[in-house]
């Protein structure tokens, strides 16, 4: 069993950045590492993903292409989301994932690529808060 702790979460202003970290109680290396959101009233949408292992591919959902970075760090066990220019629209609560199997994986060719499987991520973390005033 997987624990995630997220944190990170704060009130800013629109145009105003933030740096989400996810801790997770044991070692990563090989996982896919999800980011999700949902907004008030809303359901759960993929925000970002990141393979944990070498390559490192990346997914990022066509809302927040440019504006949000994900990484990692295995050797703490975290992965990171970096929020910028953000807008009221991004207002929600950001929810860590991990799919320990690493089935976000394909090949396109001969590039190694994330394919974005919601379903498959199979432990999540309670979540942090972000809150953005226009």
């Known amino acids: 069993q997987v624990r995630l702790v997220e944190s990170g979460g704060d009130s800013v202003q629109a145009g105003g950045s933030l740096s989400l970290s996810c801790r997770a109680s044991?070692?990563?290396?090989?996982?896919?590492m999800a980011w999700f959101r949902q907004a008030p009233g809303t359901g759960r949408e993929l925000v970002s993903i990141?393979?944990?292992?070498?390559?490192?591919?990346?997914y990022y959902a066509d809302f927040v292409k440019g504006r949000f970075s994900i990484s990692h760090d295995n050797a703490e066990k975290s992965v990171y989301l970096r929020l910028s220019n953000l807008t009221p629209e991004d207002t929600g609560t950001y929810y860590c994932?991990?799919?320990?199997?690493?089935?976000?994986?394909?090949?396109?060719?001969?590039?190694?690529?994330?394919?974005?499987?919601?379903?498959?991520?199979?432990?999540w973390g309670q979540g942090t808060q972000v809150a953005v005033s226009s």
């Open positions: 994932a991990a799919d320990a199997r690493g089935r976000c994986l394909r090949m396109l060719g001969s590039t190694v690529v994330v394919s974005p499987r919601p379903a498959d991520f199979e432990y």
């Open positions: 044991e070692r990563i290396e090989g996982y896919c």
């Open positions: 990141i393979y944990t292992g070498r390559p490192s591919p990346k």
